[in-house]
């Protein structure tokens, strides 16, 4: 039995990448209070004083032990600070970019250390490594951001550049602002190059924040990535989102008590969510953004549909060694966002769903389900022909029930021929898809079938993305998620 396929015509694929964002952190202004005291003899108060001074200076001649010098087979050198016993580092995103080979000298002993999460100096500059059979290593605390002031008096560690690794300097500033918008701490402590990814301590050894850049021709504006930044981005990494946060987002510190992601299953489903101004921001256009995060093996197949009466719909998906395989936008308020992939590997996939624009906010609703095939294939010499005109084809297997409705369509660089078969070799439906167009059928029996995608004339080249779902999953639209 052969039924012609109807046409669809998808509307225009959105081609952008965000890259920066806009991160809100909560901050509060110290009140000192003085109390009065009587002195008793001469010279009590300034003794006080000096004892205090002595206390907070040892104190962080104590954080030292935390500090790491760090090498690339780049010829980049910069610092680190110890965070976990068991070796975990955290440094600075720039440091180790594009290296193969990285060298930590901790405790007078070099250690080649992996990177285990990174993110990008255009984004959240900030970089873990682990240390292979650490155990005990001193570690610094974080200070809480309510305790993080103006004109609060910091410390900067770090090893500039030429000196020796095996001490690191100390030089002593003050915060002169907090700036939210960016999530930076700027301090006047005289920091130099190679004290990237150093840490900036208060008076009790707690890190306040982490070295990362200067102001160009000014020695005493140096900026910090602030505690909570931090705090977000290692916990980004223990939730197995350690190549996505700080490449693509930046999280949001205000709800720094909130999970960074929620977690979804591939069962069919819908979930209501909004967009605010509080929210994690996109690298790049600063758009507000939800992250949600799935489990999945290799092979297994997702659509993912985001649609919004309030903003513009986008999706991106990212897989578990953090590349972004997938993104798909709606052009528009009230139009569907549709992302249709099969995964290619097991592991943690986070999904980023977002405003198109960095003003908009509101509610959406995304939609999620399991097509019984996608495939994105290519007919080109290398295939084999398989008819007796000579036309190529690729053939793939799916799953389905006795009696379950299904929609199969196919979008294609070629006219394209669609064949589905079952177990037994039967013909269950046929025909010509054109460009784009989709079918729907029944399925006779369970068990496998098979999908042949064939180009009409001998000569048909080119790329092709089909799908074979079931028919209550079929999106009103089939604009699909483009690969990056």
Not at 176 to 193: K, L, M, Q, T, W
Not at 246 to 258: C, D, E, K
């Amino acid at each position: 039995m052969t039924r012609q396929f109807s046409t669809v015509r998808s509307s225009a694929f959105i081609l952008r990448l965000a890259t920066s964002g806009l991160l809100m952190m909560q901050t509060a202004i110290a009140t000192t209070i003085i109390s009065e005291f009587t002195l008793t003899t001469p010279g009590t108060l300034l003794t006080q004083s000096a004892s205090a001074q002595t206390r907070g200076r040892s104190n962080v001649q104590d954080a030292e032990a935390a500090v790491v010098y760090i090498e690339t087979d780049q010829g980049r050198s910069g610092s680190g600070v110890v965070i976990d016993s068991n070796g975990l580092i955290v440094t600075n995103a720039h440091v180790v970019e594009g290296a193969r080979r990285v060298v930590v000298t901790v405790q007078g002993r070099q250690v080649e250390a992996e990177v285990v999460s990174r993110g990008s100096s255009n984004c959240l500059d900030l970089a873990l490594l682990q240390l292979p059979g650490q155990r005990n290593l001193p570690t610094l605390s974080f200070a809480s951001s309510d305790d993080i002031y103006k004109t609060q008096p910091v410390w900067a560690l770090g090893f500039p550049v030429g000196s020796t690794p095996t001490s690191a300097s100390i030089v002593q500033g003050s915060i002169s602002n907090i700036r939210p918008a960016s999530g930076d701490i700027v301090f006047d402590a005289p920091v130099n190059r190679g004290n990237s990814g150093g840490p900036v301590v208060d008076n009790r050894s707690r890190l306040v924040g982490i070295t990362t850049a200067g102001a160009t021709n000014n020695q005493n504006i140096n900026y910090a990535i602030s505690v909570d930044q931090v705090r977000m981005f290692v916990d980004a990494y223990r939730h197995g989102m350690g190549f996505s946060i700080g490449q693509y987002l930046i999280p949001a510190v205000a709800s720094a008590a909130q999970p960074i992601g929620q977690a979804l299953t591939l069962a069919r489903g819908t979930v209501e969510g909004s967009l605010q101004s509080g929210d994690s921001r996109l690298c790049g256009d600063n758009s507000a953004a939800d992250v949600y995060t799935f489990e999945a093996r290799a092979g297994q197949s997702v659509m993912l549909e985001m649609m919004s009466s309030d903003v513009g719909s986008y999706l991106m998906l990212i897989a578990p060694n953090g590349q972004l395989i997938a993104r798909t936008g709606s052009n528009g308020v009230n139009r569907k966002a549709l992302l249709l992939q099969k995964l290619g590997q097991t592991g943690t996939y986070v999904l980023l769903a977002n405003a198109e624009r960095p003003e908009q906010s509101g509610g959406y609703d995304l939609r999620i389900s399991r097509p019984l095939l996608v495939e994105q294939g290519r007919l080109d010499a290398s295939s084999a022909p398989c008819f007796s005109n000579g036309a190529r084809c690729q053939q793939y297997g799916f799953q389905g029930q006795a009696g379950q409705t299904v929609t199969m369509w196919a979008q294609s660089a070629f006219d394209s021929y669609l064949i589905v078969q079952d177990a037994k070799g039967e013909t269950v439906v046929e025909g010509q898809a054109d460009r784009e167009g989709n079918v729907t059928f029944q399925l006779p029996t369970d068990g496998w079938y098979s999908l042949i995608v064939a180009g009409v004339h001998a000569e048909a080249e080119g790329s092709f993305v089909v799908s074979i779902m079931d028919d209550q999953d079929m999106p009103r639209s089939t604009s699909v998620s483009q690969r990056p």
